[in-house]
């Protein structure tokens, strides 16, 4: 990808009352890759009843937020936070990490950082 590529990518799959989410975040991210993928998770979610959501986060091509984005990403975690019941997030910098770290604050399940994807879906699938 050219290095001014940036996205939210999604994949969600449902059984039930179970969510699997996998979301790829490329370049970095803008307050318009938000208002794109926002409602698609928004609608995918809104007719499940009380949705438990395992969730994969990839950043291992993310070069973060723009400030804006950075704002929608916390609106987002706010508003489904008690949904999810782990969330694996797989990147390779420390920034990643550490915004892992901070994210975890946010929601109600719990959330590992991998450096890893393979070992991040194997702990997902526990």
């Known amino acids: 990808m050219s290095s001014d590529s940036h996205g939210l990518y999604i994949g969600i799959e449902r059984s039930g009352s179970e969510v699997f989410l996998v979301l790829i975040a490329v370049g970095k991210l803008t307050h318009q890759d938000y208002q794109n993928i926002t409602p698609i998770l928004d609608s995918a979610l809104e007719?499940?009843?009380?949705?438990?959501?395992?969730?994969?986060?990839?950043?291992?091509?993310?070069?973060?937020?723009?400030?804006?984005?950075?704002?929608?990403?916390?609106?987002l975690g706010l508003k489904h936070g008690n949904e999810f019941v782990r969330i694996a997030i797989c990147g390779n910098?420390?920034?990643?990490?550490?915004?892992?770290?901070?994210g975890a604050w946010f929601v109600s399940g719990e959330l590992q950082f991998f450096e890893d994807r393979a070992d991040a879906v194997s702990w997902l699938s526990q």
């Open 93 to 102: 910098k420390k920034w990643q990490e550490t915004a892992a770290k901070v």
């Open 47 to 75: 007719s499940v009843k009380d949705p438990k959501i395992n969730a994969l986060i990839d950043l291992r091509e993310s070069q973060g937020w723009e400030a804006k984005a950075a704002w929608d990403d916390f609106k």
